[in-house]
């Protein structure tokens, strides 16, 4: 072994040895490798070193060398290899050109290039770009190109090239001039990516987004959008057509200003209650509620509110349609409802007028009749006097029917002794009826009540019994009336099987139907709250024009 003189790195020791045993073997030898400088700065050196042999013996006398500081060209030269390594190994295409003099040859390709292309490095090398498009090369983007390269500056363009198996791809494209220390351009880099499916999905995107403005400016329907403020970001044309507003004077604002109250004083306590993870209770729900249009002037609308996120921000939607014409057609049907319950009610009290006048008389006077016959017949005749008894029994029948269907067509009661007392003969009838245990609570003293308000109260009186007795399977009943100042208040109350929602909604309840236009045309409403197994309560809100206590 031999020590050397100067300090070796400690990864470069295995080459000094081996080529020291090189040499004194007797071989040539030419090595690279480092040594260490004021003990931190590595430098490379290049050893070229000779053996000179003894003639008589041949064994190795001396060595001959010459030592050359190579540490700018190694670095150079790892320089180079990380920058074609990091090259190579790029997902983007890359190529290297020469210069117009020679019609700017491809001298260089990566591997991505090729694997995009499908073309082998010693196929392209030599060749122009051109080659790519074929016979496509009418294109107006590859004119781009050409004036950058014949301009010595920068380009970018997306163009049509074609694969070496002929299937198309759009080809992104930036091409830059490459100049030496002198500034003078050596050649071009282009750097290249494969980017159908990016412009296939933004062409998609493109005309879906065309597609989705199209319908939000051109749906019937008023479409706001708001944020988590309550201000409007963006409405659609038919917003300006249903309110009267511009865009401009919309957007910004805070979406009450399209509504009324009590809805434009409670919006942003909603909104607030909502997003500090309150309920939402108007989410995802058609609601009617009032507009307010630029004029003043208040419509009806139905309105359904929906939210989404978009990029960490949280938005409300609201579709708006205007139902102003549907409510007055429904006015007016309640209306026409209301115009002949009112004429059948009518009718029903001249047609138990009539029965009561003619056929009332008239059994009456069969009675009498009979009571004459039987005083005139001698006392023997005892067949006579059975038939007499029977004939009387049956028009005793007869004048109990007349009295109930007089009852049924217009209580007598009602337009006699007042609501309340027709209410509790009604109740107890039911009673007598059915069996149920009926429990009844109202004021002592009787109330005066505009002239058919009181028939429409009796008649959901009437119909929620006969709806009880038919469907509820209930034992107890219990009838509640409560007055004030200006309204009336029943709620009738059954232990039977109760409904479901859809049970109460279900096509064909007639029944129920009518006693929401009945109370409606009276200026009232009513709310049925019903669950299987738990009965039902109808509670009826009605609003009189007049009212006084005392006795009728």
Same mark, same amino acid.
């Given at each position: 072994?031999?020590?050397?003189?100067?300090?070796?790195? &400690?990864?470069?020791?295995?080459?000094?040895?081996?080529?020291?045993?090189?040499?004194?073997?007797?071989? /040539?030898?030419?090595? $690279?490798?480092?040594?260490?400088?004021?003990?931190?700065?590595?430098?490379?050196?290049? *050893?070229?070193?000779?053996?000179?042999?003894?003639p008589i013996d041949g064994g190795v006398v001396r060595l001959y060398g010459v030592l050359q500081d190579v540490t700018s060209r190694r670095k150079?030269? /790892?320089?180079?290899?990380?920058?074609?390594?990091?090259?190579?190994?790029?997902?983007?295409?890359?190529?290297?050109?020469?210069?117009?003099?020679?019609?700017? &040859?491809?001298?260089?390709?990566?591997?991505?290039?090729?694997?995009?292309t499908g073309y082998s490095r010693l196929f392209v090398v030599g060749l122009n770009c051109r080659f790519l498009q074929q016979s496509d090369r009418?294109?107006?983007?590859?004119?781009?190109?050409?004036?950058?390269?014949?301009?010595?500056?920068?380009?970018?363009?997306?163009?049509?090239?074609?694969?070496?198996?002929?299937?198309?791809?759009?080809?992104?494209?930036?091409?830059? &001039?490459?100049? *030496?220390?002198?500034?003078?351009?050596?050649?071009?880099?282009?750097?290249?990516?494969?980017?159908?499916?990016?412009?296939?999905?933004?062409?998609?995107?493109?005309?879906?987004?065309?597609?989705?403005?199209?319908?939000?400016?051109?749906?019937?329907?008023?479409?706001?959008?708001?944020? /988590?403020?309550?201000?409007?970001?963006?409405?659609?044309?038919?917003? /300006?057509?249903?309110?009267?507003?511009?865009?401009?004077?919309?957007?910004?604002?805070?979406?009450?200003?399209?509504?009324?109250?009590?809805?434009?004083?409670?919006?942003?306590?909603?909104? =607030?209650?909502?997003?500090?993870?309150?309920?939402?209770?108007?989410?995802?729900?058609?609601?009617?509620?009032?507009?307010v249009r630029k004029d003043g002037s208040v419509f009806s609308m139905e309105l359904k509110v929906s939210d989404f996120d978009v990029e960490q921000?949280?938005?409300?939607?609201?579709?708006?349609?205007?139902?102003?014409?549907?409510?007055?057609? $429904?006015?007016?049907?309640?209306?026409?409802?209301?115009?002949?319950?009112?004429?059948? $009610?009518?009718?029903?009290?001249?047609? +138990?007028?009539?029965?009561?006048?003619?056929?009332?008389?008239?059994?009456?006077?069969?009675?009498?009749?009979?009571?004459?016959?039987?005083?005139?017949?001698?006392?023997?005749?005892?067949?006579?006097?059975? !038939?007499?008894?029977?004939?009387?029994?049956?028009?005793?029948?007869?004048?109990?029917?007349?009295?109930?269907?007089?009852?049924?067509?217009?209580?007598?009661?009602?337009?006699?002794?007042?609501?309340?007392?027709?209410?509790?003969? =009604?109740?107890?009838?039911?009673?007598?009826?059915?069996?149920?245990?009926?429990?009844?609570?109202?004021?002592?003293?009787?109330?005066?009540?505009?002239?058919?308000?009181?028939?429409?109260?009796?008649?959901?009186?009437?119909? +929620?019994?006969?709806?009880?007795?038919?469907?509820?399977?209930?034992? !107890?009943?219990?009838?509640?009336?409560?007055?004030?100042?200006?309204?009336?208040?029943?709620?009738?109350?059954?232990?039977?099987?109760?409904?479901?929602?859809?049970?109460?909604?279900?096509?064909?309840?007639?029944?129920?139907?009518?006693?929401?236009?009945?109370?409606?045309?009276?200026?009232?409403?009513?709310?049925?709250?019903?669950?299987?197994?738990?009965?039902?309560?109808?509670?009826?809100?009605?609003?009189?024009?007049?009212?006084?206590?005392?006795?009728?």
């Open positions: 072994a031999c020590d050397w003189v100067l300090p070796v790195h &400690p990864d470069d020791i295995k080459i000094v040895q081996d080529r020291f045993e090189k040499l004194l073997a007797g071989c /040539e030898d030419i090595s $690279e490798y480092r040594v260490v400088i004021n003990d931190s700065d590595a430098r490379y050196f290049s *050893d070229h070193s000779l053996p000179v042999r003894d150079n030269e /790892e320089e180079l290899y990380l920058m074609q390594h990091a090259i190579d190994s790029c997902n983007n295409g890359i190529i290297i050109t020469g210069l117009a003099d020679k019609d700017f &040859p491809i001298i260089y390709a990566n591997e991505a290039f090729l694997r995009t009418d294109q107006a983007n590859v004119s781009e190109l050409r004036e950058a390269l014949h301009s010595y500056r920068d380009g970018h363009a997306v163009v049509r090239n074609y694969r070496k198996d002929g299937s198309l791809f759009l080809n992104e494209v930036y091409i830059s &001039p490459i100049r *030496d220390k002198q500034g003078k351009i050596t050649h071009y880099v282009g750097v290249q990516n494969d980017v159908t499916g990016r412009i296939e999905m933004e062409d998609l995107l493109s005309k879906n987004e065309a597609r989705m403005r199209s319908i939000f400016n051109n749906v019937f329907d008023g479409i706001i959008i708001i944020n /988590e403020s309550g201000i409007i970001e963006k409405i659609n044309p038919s917003v /300006e057509r249903l309110f009267g507003y511009s865009s401009e004077e919309l957007i910004g604002y805070n979406i009450n200003k399209l509504m009324s109250e009590p809805e434009q004083g409670r919006h942003d306590t909603y909104l =607030k209650t909502y997003l500090n993870g309150g309920k939402a209770k108007i989410l995802g729900f058609k609601r009617e509620v009032s507009g921000r949280h938005f409300f939607i609201g579709t708006v349609h205007d139902i102003s014409e549907r409510k007055q057609a $429904e006015e007016a049907l309640r209306d026409l409802s209301g115009h002949l319950e009112t004429a059948r $009610e009518d009718e029903r009290t001249r047609i +138990a007028r009539e029965i009561h006048d003619e056929l009332g008389s008239l059994l009456a006077a069969l009675k009498m009749d009979l009571s004459w016959l039987s005083k005139q017949l001698p006392a023997g005749r005892s067949a006579c006097h059975e !038939k007499i008894t029977v004939m009387n029994r049956q028009l005793d029948d007869a004048i109990g029917s007349v009295r109930r269907i007089i009852a049924d067509l217009r209580p007598s009661i009602l337009d006699h002794l007042g609501l309340l007392a027709a209410i509790d003969w =009604k109740l107890d009838e039911f009673r007598q009826q059915t069996g149920m245990q009926c429990v009844l609570t109202m004021p002592e003293n009787n109330i005066v009540i505009d002239d058919g308000t009181d028939i429409a109260i009796f008649r959901i009186m009437q119909e +929620a019994l006969t709806n009880i007795a038919l469907h509820s399977r209930a034992t !107890k009943v219990t009838l509640v009336v409560e007055t004030a100042a200006n309204s009336l208040v029943m709620k009738i109350t059954d232990n039977g099987c109760g409904m479901t929602e859809a049970q109460m909604n279900k096509p064909g309840k007639y029944g129920i139907l009518g006693m929401h236009e009945r109370a409606r045309h009276c200026g009232g409403e009513i709310a049925i709250d019903s669950k299987p197994g738990k009965g039902t309560t109808l509670v009826l809100n009605m609003r009189l024009k007049s009212s006084e206590g005392g006795h009728d």
